[in-house]
T-cell receptor
Framework: AQTVTQSQPEMSVQEAETVTLSCTYDTSESDYYLFWYKQPPSRQMILVIRQEAYKQQNATENRFSVNFQKAAKSFSLKISDSQLGDAAMYFCAAGGTSYGKLTFGQGTILTVHP | DTAVSQTPKYLVTQMGNDKSIKCEQNLGHDTMYWYKQDSKKFLKIMFSYNNKELIINETVPNRFSPKSPDKAHLNLHINSLELGDSAVYFC?????????????FGQGTRLTVV
């Protein structure tokens, strides 16, 4: 069983600044993956970044990076040089390797101020 | 050449009706899913199929019946629609075995029951 918790319902950031979205999880699986998805108003679910739990190195994708603390079961997303297009709902998700189903957090609405 | 496409994008129907949502993926993935996003934006898995076989059924009412004619298609049929069925339904696909890909989502179907 997996649970994912996002404790920040809303966050805001100034354009060009940095913001960090928090996520904690719990899982009984020994091998799992963690994801951040972005959902803009168009409602399309867009993968932002993924992290394999067996990798110690934090994943990075351009302006997006994660801070993966396996012992603490924490998986935060850092967005650097925030842009207006980053405004969206962000979902943290955990997936096991057995069936691949994703368990999502409650989501964080990110507002970017010009 | 959309990776995961679902139709229709919007569906408005009366209580008691039966409706279907279709989904197709051209990614060659073995596993497909249906997720439900409720009015509070919470995403939860409903079903998962692997190579046309049902592998996950997350306590969804019997009025919901998924059908997978082949591994590229997963349709969702809903009988006797109720007001509480109003939500956004997402189809997704992934390759959780071997390559452990992330889930790719369709654009969602907003179902409104009146």
């Amino acid at each position: 069983a997996q649970t994912v918790t996002q404790s920040q319902p809303e966050m805001s950031v100034q354009e060009a600044e940095t913001v960090t979205l928090s996520c904690t999880y719990d899982t009984s699986e020994s091998d799992y993956y963690l994801f951040w998805y972005k959902q803009p108003p168009s409602r399309q679910m867009i993968l932002v970044i993924r992290q394999e739990a067996y990798k110690q190195q934090n994943a990075t994708e351009n302006r997006f990076s994660v801070n993966f603390q396996k012992a603490a079961k924490s998986f935060s997303l850092k967005i650097s040089d925030s842009q207006l297009g980053d405004a969206a709902m962000y979902f943290c998700a955990a997936g096991g390797t057995s069936y691949g189903k994703l368990t999502f957090g409650q989501g964080t609405i990110l507002t970017v101020h010009p | 050449d959309t990776a995961v496409s679902q139709t229709p994008k919007y569906l408005v129907t009366q209580m008691g009706n039966d409706k279907s949502i279709k989904c197709e993926q051209n990614l060659g993935h073995d596993t497909m899913y249906w997720y439900k996003q409720d009015s509070k934006k919470f995403l939860k898995i409903m079903f998962s199929y692997n190579n046309k076989e049902l592998i996950i059924n997350e306590t969804v009412p019997n009025r919901f019946s998924p059908k997978s004619p082949d591994k590229a298609h997963l349709n969702l049929h809903i009988n006797s629609l109720e007001l509480g069925d109003s939500a956004v339904y997402f189809c997704a696909s992934s390759q959780p075995y071997r390559t452990h890909t992330e889930a790719f989502f369709g654009q969602g179907t907003r179902l409104t029951v009146v």
